[in-house]
T-cell receptor, first 113, second 112 residues
Framework: DSGVTQTPKHLITATGQRVTLRCSPR?????VYWYQQSLDQGLQFLIQYYNGEERAKGNILERFSAQQFPDLHSELNLSSLELGDSALYFC????????????FGQGTRLTVV | DQQVKQNSPSLSVQEGRISILNCDYTNSMFDYFLWYKKYPAEGPTFLISISSIKDKNEDGRFTVFLNKSAKHLSLHIVPSQPGDSAVYFC???????????FGTGTRLTIIP
């Protein structure tokens, strides 16, 4: 158990819908990262928050947004969903701003039908 | 553009032998490299890392080698054990505090 909690574990939704994925970081960790893993692909970095502020942005679509709340949990919002958004979404956390050696959650598997 | 490449999608190795997983990169600005291990239904777990000032880092049965001139790194597992069966991802960043770029992974199967 990495200490990073992601909910829900599985999500099935229709095209055009909006979903919210939730992540609770390890106790004391200030950084949260979101990654997307599509079929047969590596993990693609989406976005990083550090202590409530956006710190780094990767290949995140405009239809996607995220935020980190004062209690440090984070949410990833995906809207106007398309079939190609079906993927595993991982959250990771680390104590500081360095994403190396971050701890990953189990992921949320999103299926868009 | 895939900046980090793991060209072998899968690898099978006999228990007790050496497993060698390879990774190539194209971005010469990368100077920190990591290996993650992933079991089914779990998130990736950090395994070992190396910075560009070194060419080798060892941790128990795991050793990572870095060849900067060839832009190549490899992970050696000796001896291989059944519990090592997993997907291994290599990742790289331009600095420790910058975003990680992952490869597509190699599925390692250890044959008892």
């Amino acid at each position: 158990d990495s200490g990073v909690t992601q909910t829900p574990k599985h999500l099935i939704t229709a095209t055009g819908q909006r979903v919210t994925l939730r992540c609770s970081p390890r106790s004391g960790d200030l950084s949260v990262y979101w990654y997307q893993q599509s079929l047969d692909q590596g993990l693609q970095f989406l976005i990083q928050y550090y202590n409530g502020e956006e710190r780094a942005k990767g290949n995140i679509l405009e239809r996607f947004s995220a935020q980190q709340f004062p209690d440090l949990h984070s949410e990833l919002n995906l809207s106007s969903l398309e079939l190609g958004d079906s993927a595993l979404y991982f959250c990771a956390s680390s104590p500081g701003q360095a994403n190396t050696e971050a701890f990953f959650g189990q992921g949320t598997r999103l299926t868009v039908v | 553009d895939q900046q980090v490449k793991q060209n072998s999608p899968s690898l099978s190795v006999q228990e007790g032998r050496i497993s060698i997983l390879n990774c190539d990169y194209t971005n010469s600005m990368f100077d920190y490299f990591l290996w993650y291990k992933k079991y089914p239904a779990e998130g990736p777990t950090f395994l070992i890392s190396i910075s560009s000032i070194k060419d080798k880092n060892e941790d128990g049965r795991f050793t990572v080698f870095l060849n900067k001139s060839a832009k190549h790194l490899s992970l050696h597992i000796v001896p291989s054990q059944p519990g090592d069966s997993a997907v291994y991802f290599c990742a790289a960043s331009e600095e420790m505090e910058e975003k990680l770029t992952f490869g597509t992974g190699t599925r390692l199967t250890i044959i008892p």
